[in-house]
């Protein structure tokens, strides 16, 4: 570079360098001799300047921007220039986007561009040290620019109070080898990758541990397809117990319980945190081999039922969409919900529609729930009313789902359940006044994305219990979105803490009405399309 630069620049400024040479110090210097050579320094020093600044010889100082390849002019095969291991973004290794398995250096790295997650990754030497507080990780023959780093793995980075209670991770990393410190020796070798992640913070709360917890360690674990270890930081033996069946169905191995674990467990590679799409979402376009939320929902039918692939597969065959024509469709467009057409025939069995009502025994209560129910049976459906509490089974939820066609819930956690419904059945959602965006947001758009019809019912003033503590005109009541742009922990304190509802059965009568409906329209066009089939 350096001696094609100075090439250039000797071609820029030929008569400066012949004059130069020739320029007799003997001879007088005139005036005009010197004024010219003036001029000519000048005109070589500003193109220099212009030469250097050039995108030509411009080189980029970021590290994630790849080399460029480079075609021969005599026609070779291109030859695409491999980034050494060090030279990678962090994100390529932490999706496993190389192929480099040189062992002989340690790797650290840490990605922390994201909003709600900060994600390490390690490779060489890696040791626990046993029932460490706070968690301590080291990586032995780490590299010389390798530095200590401090980790939540935790992914609600963005919420600091919620922050503060989670354990940190430290991982150390050690320039030299093992052999040549006094490390502690390995009582189990893992063959297998681990990652380390926490069930602390939200963990309790049904919505926060899907969306915080099992859907981001699916994204994180699934490229392993199972041959990974998780190792977990403030373990609670219940969620173990809980998710058992379905944390089974993401790795080969038994959890390592970080803080009691009284062994060092060795590892050639590490991921400490988890990766995190959005509330409740998996995009396809992030994942490697283009995985989504219905593949999540797949292997929670696995997980809790045992069925094989091809059982799961007769489950999630899509319905066909309404609007589209099947013979006879007249038929099943003109069904309307009333006793001579509440009963669906399958496999030459009768059974009415099923419902499923979660109900709620402290906030958002949904008050009149038995007329609620009166009206369901007036419509047709049997119903089965559900509270699920921290210890309720999955599999039990899940056998109560599997055999609805609609599910009802007032906005909270219980909604996450959408995720153990029938692809092709019906979510109903209450909202209650001053959620209209949480709702859409963390079940709504979810919802459809898993291929669920929904439908939602919103809670008037009237019906909100809110109406008894403010007066009419009250921003409260008439500009919910004003009190949430106010303060996020007062809307939750007025509106998810402190309000009930209570529906008006004619109007909301009306909902189960389509609902109850719909649903029959879809079977019967389901059930054509599968006669059609055979």
């Given amino acids: 570079m350096f001696h094609r630069q100075k090439g250039k620049i000797k071609s820029l400024c030929p008569s400066f360098f012949r004059k130069s040479r020739s320029f007799p110090e003997k001879e007088g210097k005139s005036i005009h001799k010197a004024v010219l050579l003036l001029l000519l320094t000048f005109y070589c020093a500003a193109s220099v300047f212009r030469l250097v600044n050039s995108p030509v010889i411009r080189t980029s100082d970021s590290d994630s921007e790849p080399f460029k390849t480079h075609v021969l002019d005599h026609g070779n095969l291109a030859r695409k220039e491999k980034l050494s291991l060090p030279l990678l973004p962090c994100s390529a290794l932490i999706n496993g986007e190389t192929d480099e398995t040189r062992e002989e250096e340690g790797t650290l790295c840490c990605d922390r561009s994201h909003y709600r997650t900060d994600i390490c990754y390690l490779r060489g030497d890696i040791r626990t040290e046993p029932a460490s507080n706070p968690a301590n990780i080291f990586l032995y023959g780490a590299p010389q620019e390798a530095t200590i780093e401090k980790i939540k793995p935790y992914t609600r980075k963005f919420e600091v109070g919620i922050m503060n209670s989670i354990e940190e991770a430290t991982i150390n990393p050690i320039r030299i080898s093992a052999n040549q410190s006094d490390a ?21 709360n049904l919505y926060h541990e ?5 859907i981001p360690l699916y994204i994180t674990s699934k490229r392993f397809q199972g041959e990974v270890v998780f190792v977990v930081l403030e373990y609670h033996k219940w969620w173990g117990i809980k998710y058992r069946s379905v944390i089974e169905q993401m790795t080969n191995y038994p959890i390592v319980d970080f803080r009691e674990d009284r062994r060092v467990h060795c590892f050639k590679e590490m991921i400490v945190g988890l990766k995190i799409h959005g509330e409740l979402i998996i995009d396809p376009k992030l994942m490697p081999g283009g995985y ?24 999630e065959q899509k319905p066909k969409r309404i609007s589209e024509p099947l013979s006879p469709s007249s038929h099943c467009l003109n069904i309307t919900s009333n006793s001579n057409t509440s009963i669906i025939s399958t496999n030459n069995s009768t059974q009415p529609l099923k419902i499923v009502i979660f109900i709620r025994k402290k906030t958002r209560v949904l008050q009149n729930v038995k007329e609620i129910v009166k009206t369901c049976h007036r419509l047709g459906f049997s119903v089965q009313i559900l509270n699920a509490k921290l210890g309720t089974p999955l599999e039990m939820i899940h056998h109560a789902l599997a055999s609805a066609d609609v599910m009802l819930a007032v906005h909270g956690a219980a909604m996450t359940h959408f995720l153990l419904m029938r692809p092709g059945s019906l979510l109903i959602q209450i909202v ?98 599968a006669r059609t089939e055979i």
């Fill in 184 to 204: 502690d020796q390995c009582d189990v070798v893992h063959r297998a990758p681990a990652i380390v992640f926490s069930t602390g913070g939200y963990t309790g």
């Fill in 210 to 214: 899907f969306s915080d917890g099992l």
């Fill in 292 to 315: 989504g939320i219905k593949d999540f929902h797949a292997l929670l039918h696995r997980g809790l039922t045992n069925e094989d692939d091809l059982e799961l597969d007769d489950l």
């Fill in 432 to 529: 209650p006044l001053g959620l209209d965006w949480a709702a859409e947001n963390f079940y709504g758009e979810p919802a459809r994305r898993l291929g669920l019809e929904y439908m939602e019912y919103k809670v008037s003033t009237e019906e909100s219990s809110l109406s008894k503590d403010y007066e009419p005109d009250d921003p409260v009541l008439v500009d919910p979105s004003y009190v949430a742009r106010l303060d996020w922990w007062e809307m939750k304190k007025v509106y998810m803490d402190n309000q009930n509802v209570k529906v008006d059965v004619r109007r909301f009568g009306k909902l189960l009405q389509e609902a109850h409906g719909h649903v029959l329209r879809s079977k019967c066009i389901r059930q054509m399309q």
